[in-house]
């Protein structure tokens, strides 16, 4: 199975945000201009995820979708603050390819065969915020990772790939903004668990974590928004080493 | 020189915006097409498409795109079917029951079977294109539609289903899953189809696009 390399560019209204682990959140820049340049980067897909994911004004979210898809033609996801149908077609429509959903799903889960009903399971991304509990299991939380939800992470994977979810985003609570590493652990459970591809965030710090990910956590990609938008290493570092470690990535002519 | 009015035929199955993007992209005019009589209007065509053969097919019919399908193909203009698009050119599909195709290509559409219980479906991700490996496919990979592609180029794949052309001649490039051959894209005469999108698969897949604007 080929393994993929995906950049997560978190927003708040006009802007590309990035927490530090105790630090507090820092505006990085332009989130489509980064998005550019990723894309000629080589990346392999794009996740966007609105951070205020309010109500109202999300016309910024719309224009920064708008402005990717007219030049970016890989596939991009968006999620943050999706609570219908009709928000999810609205924002395909600006040029999404899939919806990334967490909070709403929870709160009601039939949510997740309408969107797979309307849209297909291809365009649905089930987004879950992780928090280890004990040892070998974690919990769900919603509202941007805040708000525990009582639900077990891993009944709540194996009932969302029931509903039609395509893919799932699995992000570590414990381990986002630390750079200390990927759970393992968590991803490898999940990865056990369904039979529909995982994408793993939260924790990369170097190189090397990539290792245990995909050889013993089993991803099927990696979102990675730190050490991309610190610069801490270029995507051409990235796949090559992941080439170097004889992982299943693609391969770009001519970088 | 005015930009040529590619077709994009809207029948309900999705991500035609993609399409019309990349084309606009590659130098061409996009028309989104939901009345069939439109088909008449241009000399370029895409069959765009994601989601479930059956419900794409009937939806297809529903709206009366048939005859005006088999008009254009009369013409023997250039048209390009895109994943679920290329899918629905051939003879059937086993996706959730037998379906009829368009059957413009000869061929079934049946569920990838790896024998490799690792191997997730749907598959997704970019996959490198290849030739065909069969003898017969003595054209693989010459075809105007992949000039400036070359093999080992990757694209980018979402399905779970693929499509077993009657004859091996039609298969231009394959791609490969656990070391079972996929068909990647195929080719009758002035009908082309691409299993993965072009339209998602960057820089490679824009040549595709731009090459299609141009056979």
Request: aromatic share 8%.
């Amino acid at each position: 199975m080929s393994k993929r390399l995906i950049a997560r560019l978190d927003i708040k209204g006009p802007n590309l945000i990035k927490g530090i682990h105790l630090e507090g959140l820092r505006v990085i820049g332009d989130p489509a201009e980064h998005a550019l340049k990723y894309y000629h980067e080589g990346i392999d897909e794009l996740i966007y995820l609105d951070t205020v994911a309010s109500l109202y004004g999300r016309n910024s979210l719309n224009d920064v979708i708008r402005r990717t898809a007219s030049e970016v033609f890989i596939p991009i996801t968006v999620g943050g603050g999706i609570r219908t149908v009709e928000n999810a077609e609205e924002l395909l429509r600006c040029g999404a390819d899939k919806v990334a959903v967490n909070t709403a799903a929870v709160n009601r889960p039939t949510l997740l065969v309408e969107l797979a009903e309307k849209f297909g399971s291809q365009s649905i991304v089930l987004s879950v915020e992780a928090k280890r509990v004990s040892a070998g299991r974690w919990m769900v939380y919603t509202e941007g990772g805040r708000e525990p939800s009582g639900i077990d992470v891993i009944d709540w994977c194996i009932q969302s790939q029931e509903r039609g979810v395509g893919e799932i985003l699995l992000t570590s609570i414990d381990q986002e903004g630390t750079r200390r590493g990927f759970d393992v652990d968590l991803i490898k459970a999940v990865t056990s668990a369904v039979n529909i591809p995982v994408i793993a965030s939260g924790g990369m710090g170097s190189l090397d974590h990539l290792d245990d990910l995909f050889l013993n956590g089993n991803a099927d990609a990696v979102a990675m928004a730190d050490i991309l938008h610190y610069k801490r290493k270029t995507l051409v570092e990235i796949r090559d080493y992941t080439i170097g470690k004889g992982l299943p990535v693609r391969r770009i002519r001519s970088q | 020189m005015r930009a040529e009015t590619i077709g994009v035929i809207d029948y309900g199955a999705g991500n035609l915006f993609s399409v019309g993007r990349a084309i606009e992209y590659c130098g061409g005019s996009p028309l989104i097409i939901s009345d069939p009589d439109d088909l008449a209007k241009v000399d370029r065509l895409v069959l765009p498409g994601v989601g479930a053969f059956g419900a794409g097919i009937n939806h297809f019919l529903k709206k009366g795109f048939l005859p005006a399908l088999q008009e254009f193909i009369t013409r023997e203009r250039p048209l390009l079917g895109i994943c679920l698009g290329m899918q629905m050119l051939f003879s059937s599909s086993e996706e959730f029951g037998t379906h009829e195709g368009l059957n413009l290509i000869p061929g079934s559409v049946k569920k990838i079977d790896c024998g490799n219980q690792e191997f997730k479906i749907p598959c997704i991700g970019w996959y490198p294109l290849n030739r065909s490996l069969d003898a017969e496919a003595h054209q693989s990979f010459n075809t105007p539609l992949l000039k400036g592609v070359q093999i080992g180029d990757a694209v980018y794949f979402v399905h779970s289903y693929a499509a077993n052309p009657t004859n091996s001649s039609n298969i231009v490039a394959t791609t490969s899953y656990s070391s079972r051959s996929i068909t990647a894209v195929v080719q009758r005469d002035n009908i082309y189809g691409c299993q993965f999108h072009p339209e998602k698969s960057g820089e490679i897949g824009l040549r595709i696009i731009k090459n299609f604007l141009e056979v």
